[in-house]
């Protein structure tokens, strides 16, 4: 079973819409949790960190559901520049070890 | 701020050469990984050192060998490069599981 699974997607959305995006993960154990952005042939980077009490950054809005074991990412007000894939990782703690979903890839249309 | 260095960006390899793939950085974190990247799929981890001197397999460390003799450099070693070890490679580095962790730019290596 996979530590983290996220819908591949694609998601395409006009420009100023709002989408959201889910994982779920699979050990209850995990202790910290991030979305992160990749452009086409980048690396990743760190987007936000998501906390418990859920968490907000301008436009983007990261929410934990530890009974569930699920984390969503919502962006509001799409850009042309929020196209990328975003990745939805876990860190076990056990070595602090970050483990990634496959990632969701969206598309803002103008 | 330089942050994590990998070298080279690109590399050609035949079937059964090997080399090293080089990881640097200069935030003094403790925590260092490997990263392969396959088309359309996550990011697996090859190996990771929660210290110099210390080093552990991940889910995919077949092919690969590592060694962290410094806090700054992670070092990656293809022995015998075969055509599924042609993936793009991530280094990476972490203060804490509560901060995330920081990428190098990559490297895109070919086995053919």
């Known amino acids: 079973r996979k530590e983290v699974e996220q819908d591949p997607g694609p998601f395409n959305v006009p420009e100023g819409a709002t989408v959201a995006f889910n994982c779920t993960y699979s050990?209850?154990?995990?202790?910290?949790f991030f979305w992160y952005r990749q452009d086409c042939r980048k690396e990743p980077k760190l987007l936000m960190s998501?906390?418990?009490s859920g968490n907000e950054d301008g436009r983007f809005t990261a929410q934990l559901n530890r009974a569930s074991q699920y984390i969503s990412l919502l962006i509001r007000d799409s850009k042309l520049s929020d196209s990328a894939t975003y990745l939805c990782?876990?860190?076990?703690?056990?070595?602090?070890?970050?483990?990634f979903g496959t990632g969701t890839s969206l598309t803002v249309i103008p | 701020n330089a942050g994590v260095t990998q070298t080279p960006k690109f590399r050609i390899l035949k079937i059964g050469q090997s080399m090293t793939l080089q990881c640097a950085q200069d935030m003094n974190h403790n925590y260092m990984y490997w990263y392969r990247q396959d088309p359309g799929m996550g990011l697996k981890l090859i190996y990771y050192?929660?210290?110099?001197?210390?080093?552990d397999k991940g889910e995919v460390p077949n092919g690969y060998n590592v060694s962290r003799s410094t806090t700054e450099d992670f070092p990656l070693r293809l022995e015998l490069a075969a055509p599924s070890q042609t993936s793009v490679y991530f280094c990476a580095s972490s203060y804490s599981e509560r901060l995330g962790a920081f990428f190098g730019q990559g490297t895109r290596l070919t086995v053919v």
């Open positions: 998501v906390y418990s």
């Open positions: 990782v876990v860190n076990i703690g056990t070595g602090n070890q970050f483990y």
């Open positions: 050990n209850s154990a995990s202790q910290s």
């Open positions: 050192s929660v210290g110099a001197g210390i080093t």
